[in-house]
């Protein structure tokens, strides 16, 4: 009986998912599983909707909950982290402030000014976490959903000893979009594809053996499939290769689509995307308590997620592939070694094994390491405590610089750092670390 731990789990709709999806394999349908919120009420919806699902399907698991993290870890097998620290409230600052400087954003959780101050909440509650785990649960395996993906798994593989692997479903969906794009079925695709995350690299995309890139670019020029990802496909259109994550998430990697309005009419960026999207949650939310609290059924789909198919490869010494996020131990070579990447990995009872790839095409991995720059230091920041790094990472983000100039720059990241007060590190070091002050004087 494996124990299953969920960090984050009022996040109830995708937790509901996970738990779905691991109850539908025989070797796992005795698990146990531990639920932990820091929101008492998210925590016992979540257990209310665990007990459900375990009732539903005849299954012989288990789930407790606790608001104690040390306890809800003791002994896990596996570890899934869903949080987002700050929530709602934190995700508002992200945007308003930037907002008031001129800058827009769509989804603001990867990279941008928003991904930057998302990772600087979120790094000192998951290093903490996985300091408990080194404590209660040395052995565990971290499945990781949180992001920014890439700053977290480079924060968490550098910084602590637990196993842990970075979980995305940008390759899977994209993949499906692909398919469909070029009328064919998705399971048909042979694919490789490796880079960062969310800036992944389809390097190769077949269908029984014949590359289907030309097939692509000819799909590209239908108006009505072009409009439904204009930013991937002029991507594409120039870079020669289709990258792993939306639309509207690419539009905010790269220096080329927000800077006016004309492009952003141009391209259908949807400028606050996330905000609508963080709204529908907490409405999602409140429905799924109601139906919960109700006794409602409420059947669950499989998912095309990795963390089940994972959980039982490790318990059953299946393979199967997976990509994952994980540390670049020369897995690119042609991108730094103190960066993550996604890559594809084999996963089996010896865990996750990484694939060696190689050099990136140099133009993919220079696209690559203009995103790795910013991760890179914002990790620093965390770790060190050395505000300057925080004002430099937005300084060298695309999307930033390709909008504000310096002193703009300098005075929102100011204004950022106030704003989120104490959820952020605490910086101890660094010439901006008393900047309002001196701007005062």
């Known amino acids: 009986m494996a124990k299953i731990t969920i960090i984050g789990a009022g996040s109830v709709v995708f937790a ?32 209310k909707m665990v007990q459900t699902i375990i ?10 909950a606790s608001d104690n993290r040390r306890e809800a870890l003791q002994d896990a097998n596996y570890v899934i982290n869903l949080i987002q620290v700050g929530m ?25 000014v928003g991904g930057v101050f998302r990772a600087l909440r979120t790094i000192p509650v998951v290093l903490d976490m996985c300091r408990d785990m080194e404590d209660v649960c040395p052995d565990a395996l971290l499945l990781n959903y949180t992001n920014p993906m890439a700053m977290l798994m480079l924060a968490i593989q550098k910084q602590t000893s637990i ?29 490789n594809v490796a880079g960062i995350n969310h800036m992944a690299w389809f390097l190769e995309l077949k269908h029984k053996g014949k590359d289907m890139y030309p097939a692509l ?39 080329y689509f927000i800077k006016d309005s004309k492009l952003i009419d141009k391209f259908d960026i949807p400028i606050d995307e996330y905000i609508r999207r963080s709204e529908e949650n907490l409405v999602t939310f409140e429905e799924t308590k109601k139906k919960i609290d109700n006794n409602e059924s409420f059947p669950v789909e499989k998912s095309s997620e990795y963390g089940a198919p994972i959980i039982n490869a490790v318990e059953t010494g299946e393979n199967l592939e997976i990509w994952g996020n994980v540390l670049n131990t020369k897995l690119i070579t ?12 084999l996963v089996n009872k010896r865990g996750i094994q990484p694939t060696h790839i190689g050099d990136l095409p140099p133009h993919l991995a220079a696209m690559n390491r203009t995103n790795i720059n910013v991760q890179q230091l914002v990790v620093e920041a965390a770790v060190t405590g050395n505000v ?54």
């Open 55 to 64: 009732r539903e399907n005849g299954n012989k698991a288990a789930v407790s």
């Open 16 to 47: 509901k998912r996970l738990v779905s999806d691991i109850l539908r394999f025989p070797a796992l349908e005795e698990t146990k599983f531990a639920l932990h919120d820091i929101d008492p009420v998210r925590l016992q919806t979540a257990e």
């Open 88 to 112: 709602h409230e934190s995700t508002l600052i992200d945007f308003e402030i930037p907002k008031k400087y001129g800058l827009k954003q769509t989804i603001a959780d990867t990279l941008g």
């Open 334 to 345: 042609n991108l730094p070694e103190n960066a993550c990447v996604e890559v594809p990995c």
């Open 163 to 191: 196993k842990s692997v970075g979980l995305c479903h940008s390759v899977q969906h994209t993949t499906a979009q692909l398919a469909s794009y070029l009328g064919i079925p998705a399971d048909e695709l042979d694919i």
């Open 217 to 255: 670019f000819e799909a590209m020029q239908d108006e009505e499939v072009y409009k439904k990802d204009k930013v991937r496909f002029e991507m594409m259109s120039r870079l020669n290769y289709f990258i792993t994550e939306s639309s509207e998430h690419l539009s905010e990697y790269t220096p």
């Open 388 to 441: 300057d790094y925080v004002y430099q990472a937005v300084m060298l983000d695309p999307h930033t610089a390709s909008v504000l100039s310096l002193d703009e720059i300098w005075d929102m990241t100011t204004e950022l750092i106030e704003a989120h007060g104490e959820r952020l590190p605490k910086f101890t070091t660094g010439r901006n670390l008393n900047r309002k002050s001196q701007a005062v004087l």
